[in-house]
């Protein structure tokens, strides 16, 4: 079993920058792959970006240029630094992990998931 543990959501203003963390715990030298997803109110999980380890990443086309992942595998924490949020990126934000992914965007392939962060993007 593996455990993923975010943090860094929060409150930030349109234009501002946030860095969520995810933690991996367990299990964690079978991990494929490490992710996000997001979940904005009355809307479906989004896939957000993903690390396949050890280095190679890959951000959705709607964050290009503004979000960006990144790893560090000696501490099993991979990292999703936000920079010019919108208020549309407000969403809560789950990490997720794999032992073999083969769909990034589909949730179904991801095998743990996080309880979630809460970002709040205000205009």
């Known amino acids: 079993q593996v455990q993923l543990v975010e943090s860094g959501g929060d409150l930030a203003q349109a234009g501002g920058s946030l860095r969520l963390s995810c933690t991996a715990s367990?299990?964690?030298?079978?991990?494929?792959?490490t992710g996000w997803f997001r979940q904005a109110p009355g809307k479906e999980r989004d896939f957000v970006a993903w690390?396949?380890?050890?280095?190679?990443?890959w951000v959705t086309e709607s964050v290009q240029g503004r979000f960006t992942i990144s790893g560090d595998n000696a501490k099993n924490t991979v990292y999703l630094q936000m920079n010019n949020l919108k208020p549309e990126d407000t969403a809560v934000y789950y990490c997720v992990a794999g032992t073999g992914v083969v769909h990034p965007p589909r949730p179904s392939d991801w095998d743990y998931w996080g309880q979630g962060t809460q970002v709040t993007v205000s205009s």
């Open positions: 690390i396949k380890w050890p280095a190679t990443t």
């Open positions: 367990g299990e964690t030298t079978k991990l494929y792959a």
